[in-house]
């Protein structure tokens, strides 16, 4: 982190609001519903560091960028989602969340190529300082709010993890990485490798495959990845009947308990799922392929993230001949593609280094609070959206593992409209998670995944606890009674008025 510098801008140039929402994607939109309806009384904006809404469903660009998630749950809980497709593609879902903004007159709260680079909280004030940066102005510009809703996710936008490769400036042909694709590539009957096996992996594979000369999915070691429809029954067949705002309801419950019960039986039962998955991979490719090579990975299902298939799109294109995977590791690069440590060499026009995106906290912000450099990595995450020793703050970080994204987000908006709302009604200037246990009993803020992009970026996240309220929970049914029914006021949570304890 680089070293917090204490700035002490004129009074008469920042620019006063209740609440600051720092980005401008699935979670700030949300974040913005949530404040107009339960906390009418407070001015916000959002600070979004790009030039549109839709965070990481308006960057991403690579061929079949899509929701891993169901559309049912991924969708807001206020907006049905109308898309038809239960795994929808990128610019669907950028679509849905711009026009949830318009609708909810959010869109003119958005200040757009504000990027949000320092904040600084002064408890003597109880107030944060927002420093930001914009191309059309040399100086930085400030805001003044009581309250901040980070939202700007956990994907780093300006570096993506990229390992070292052998010779791989040798390679003659095209290298590009899917966080960065360019536009206008023409992929259409060239030989093309994907190195990796995850979520970007698994979506490329089919929607490259046909339009390619040939595609192969370089692969260390395999992933689980489950086939799914990307057709809901209920919607398909009962939807013309109901409702809309029935039908959505009906199936944002019926995927949350069907995820809960598939991650339970996960770990209870982890060969029969194991089983399941391979069946599944073998009703396609057949009884001659070596599912056993290519698709048993060496860890339980679920300590990473399942892939989905939509429509079993993915092992299709391996079925038909249009795409292939291979199992292996690179020794280096060549000329013309990749030589592998087995001796097998693969040719390619174009190479796509799928390895892993990096991770960042609190948007990669340098906060202090009153003139100290605040440490993401030393605090406790309080309820899974609050920092130890951070005041007047809220993240909002999705399910890694026990269902979508939004699910986590919408109980997390909700949860801070009932804390400002109760410090209104009580008169308490800000409030502090506070870890006053120096026994308490620590794990990694993400140890729930092994996948490595999660694991090389777990120093940069908070500890948990084992134990409420500093366990950060993966399971939707607990963190709704937390968030929705259980008091604001406890032992660990400390307000505070007018500088003094409360």
Avoid at 67 to 84: A, I, N, V
Avoid at 118 to 133: C, G, L, N, P
Wanted: contains cysteine; charged residues 25%.
């Amino acid at each position: 982190m680089s070293e917090i510098v204490e700035s002490k801008p004129s009074l008469a140039n920042v620019i006063k609001v209740d609440v600051i929402i720092v980005g401008a994607g699935l979670s700030g939109i949300s974040a913005a519903y949530h404040l107009q309806k339960h906390c009418p009384q407070k001015t916000y904006l959002i600070l979004e560091g790009r030039d549109a809404i839709g965070g990481t469903w308006d960057f991403f660009r690579y061929p079949g960028v899509r929701s891993d998630s169901d559309m049912y749950t991924l969708g807001y809980s206020f907006e049905p989602w109308g898309g038809g497709k239960m795994f929808s593609d990128g610019p669907a879902i950028s679509d849905y969340v711009k026009k949830t903004a318009s609708k909810y007159k959010i869109t003119e709260n958005i200040k757009f190529n504000s990027k949000v680079e320092r904040a600084s909280w002064s408890s003597v004030e109880s107030k944060w300082t927002i420093e930001v940066d914009t191309p059309d102005s040399e100086a930085p510009l400030y805001y003044s709010c009581d309250f901040v809703f980070s939202c700007s996710g956990y994907y780093d936008y300006e570096q993506a993890h990229q390992p070292e490769f052998k010779n791989r400036e040798d390679f003659e042909g095209e290298f590009i990485h899917p966080q960065f694709w360019p536009e206008g590539l023409v992929y259409k009957d060239k030989e093309v490798i994907v190195i990796g096996s995850g979520a970007t992996a698994v979506t490329l594979l089919p929607a490259m495959a046909g339009s390619t000369k040939h595609i192969t999915m370089l692969q260390r070691s395999p992933t689980y990845i489950l086939p799914a429809p990307d057709a809901d029954f209920v919607a398909k067949y009962i939807g013309p009947f109901l409702p809309k705002k029935v039908l959505h309801a009906i199936n944002r419950w019926k995927y949350i308990t069907l995820v809960t019960w598939v991650l339970k039986i996960s770990k209870w039962k982890p060969a029969f799922v194991r089983k399941a998955l391979r069946s599944a991979a073998r009703k396609t490719l057949g009884n001659d392929y070596d599912i056993d090579k290519h698709f048993k990975p060496s860890y339980q299902p679920w300590d990473q993230r399942l892939c989905a298939d939509p429509d079993g799109l993915f092992y299709q294109s391996i079925a038909d001949g249009d795409a292939s995977v291979v199992t292996d590791r690179i020794e280096e690069f060549t000329k013309t593609g990749i030589k592998l440590e087995s001796g097998e060499t693969l040719n390619a026009d174009i190479i796509v280094s799928a390895t892993g995106l990096q991770l960042v906290s609190l948007g990669g912000i340098d906060f202090s609070v009153d003139g100290k450099p605040f440490l993401v990595a030393e605090s406790f995450s309080y309820k899974g959206m609050m920092f130890s020793g951070l005041p007047n703050l809220v993240q909002c970080f999705g399910y890694a593992q026990a269902g979508s994204y939004t699910l986590k987000v919408d109980l997390t908006c909700q949860y801070a409209c009932r804390l400002i709302n109760t410090m209104d009604k009580k008169q308490f200037d800000y409030c502090v998670p506070e870890n006053d246990n120096p026994d308490l009993e620590e794990e990694d803020f993400l140890a729930v995944l092994s996948s490595g992009y999660v694991q090389r970026a777990a120093h940069l996240f908070p500890k948990v606890g084992v134990k409420a309220p500093w366990k950060r929970n993966e399971n939707y049914f607990l963190d709704l009674f937390e968030t929705r029914f259980s008091s604001i006021e406890d032992e660990e949570l400390t307000f505070y008025c007018a500088g003094n304890k409360g």
